[in-house]
């Protein structure tokens, strides 16, 4: 396997680890495989090490993560707040997993960023906050869990990897490549998926419970949302999904019933962008996923004071549905140059 880690940052990370016997691991809001799978994989590895080592989730993971081995152990931050507060209080070590920014963990920002122990950041996002004492990042990983399997087989404990800390780091490779469809930017994350079924995970089963698997109320919901609530824009070959609040009522949404709905347009040949603009509480959330190398993650940023991957990005906007859609429709043509076929 590839060395693509720096020594001195290996060395440092195990002198903290060793240092440390109290160590809080935390991830993103709306934490996903990969989130979660960096984290409690980790956990896992620490675990065996001997270390007191606990997971702290901004808000409730979808109920579809719950096969992952630690799941009903998660301390989630805006149901377990006090428990939360004394394990950062306690905690030597903070080890926070798939994310680029502090705001990325939404009310759980201030918790960790007040918090005086050393922490590491270890990431796959672009333009990471150097916040933390030690920085991993490396955006051309196919998800964090990649990483965090380079890091423990750099650290020569892979021995140490139990089944439980491979299936949760599969999981999150396995989510965040859609089981070795995209991202895949290394050829040996194939030797690392070897290594991992090595320690006897059941590569199906996770490909079966992580991707394909949901409600029933998921199900009618995104059958609906492409058959009636689906603009596309030949033009511009771009999809745009509008789900409102009403419609999200009428069929009992649950958080996680969209989960996956923004890649479903990109199955036809000729639409190359695809946008899902959910109508939420607070405002418009933005999820877009494309094909080639059109940069949603620009148009997400520009418009939406999001980002994200070239291929999977996000945003948020303040105002009515209509009024999102039509910001985005207005602006496509921005983008036009970054369509195949188009580049000059
Ligand atoms: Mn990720």
């Not at 290996?10 to 016997?21: A, F, N, P």
């Not at 020569?156 to 990897?161: A, I, Q």
């Not at 800390?165 to 050829?187: K, P, S, W, Y």
């Amino acid at each position: 396997m590839k060395q693509m880690l720096i020594d001195a940052d290996i060395k440092r990370l195990m002198q903290m680890i060793e240092g440390s016997s109290r160590i809080v691991l935390t991830c993103h809001v709306r934490p996903d495989g990969d989130a979660l799978g960096s984290s409690m994989g980790m956990a896992w590895l620490l675990k065996s090490l001997g270390k007191d080592a606990r997971v702290i989730v901004p808000d409730q993971p979808p109920k579809t993560l719950s096969f992952m081995p630690g799941f009903k152990d998660l301390a989630i931050f805006t149901r377990h707040d006090p428990y939360c507060q004394r394990l950062v209080s306690e905690a030597e070590l903070i080890i926070c997993c798939d994310f680029n920014k502090p705001s990325r963990q939404d009310q759980l920002e201030p918790l960790i960023q007040n918090a005086t122990c050393t922490k590491v950041l270890i990431d796959h996002h672009e333009d990471p906050d150097y916040f933390a004492d030690l920085t991993f990042s490396y955006p051309e990983m196919s998800s964090t869990c990649e990483l965090v399997f380079r890091i423990i087989a750099a650290m020569g404990l892979y021995p140490e990897l139990s089944h439980d800390a491979a299936e949760c780091i599969l999981t999150g490779i396995i989510t965040d490549t859609r089981n070795f469809t995209v991202n895949v930017n290394e050829l040996d994350l194939y030797e690392i998926l070897m290594r991992l079924l090595e320690k006897g995970v059941d590569k199906n089963r996770i490909v079966k419970l992580a991707l394909n698997t949901c409600s029933l109320s998921s199900l009618k919901i995104q059958a609906y949302a492409i058959s009636e609530c689906m603009e596309v824009v030949e033009k511009h070959r771009c999809a745009i999904i509008t789900l409102n609040q009403e419609t999200l009522k009428h069929f009992h949404y649950e958080k996680g019933d969209t989960e996956g709905l923004v890649n479903e347009p990109l199955k036809v040949r000729s639409i190359i962008s695809s946008f899902f603009l959910r109508e939420d509480p607070e405002f418009i959330r933005i999820s877009a996923r494309s094909e080639e190398d059109f940069p949603v993650s620009k148009v997400c940023e520009d418009l939406f004071g999001g980002g994200g991957h070239l291929q999977a990005a996000g945003g948020e906007f303040y105002g009515t549905l209509e009024e999102c859609k039509a910001k985005l429709i207005a602006a496509l043509p921005n983008y036009d140059k970054y369509l195949p076929d188009n580049n000059g």
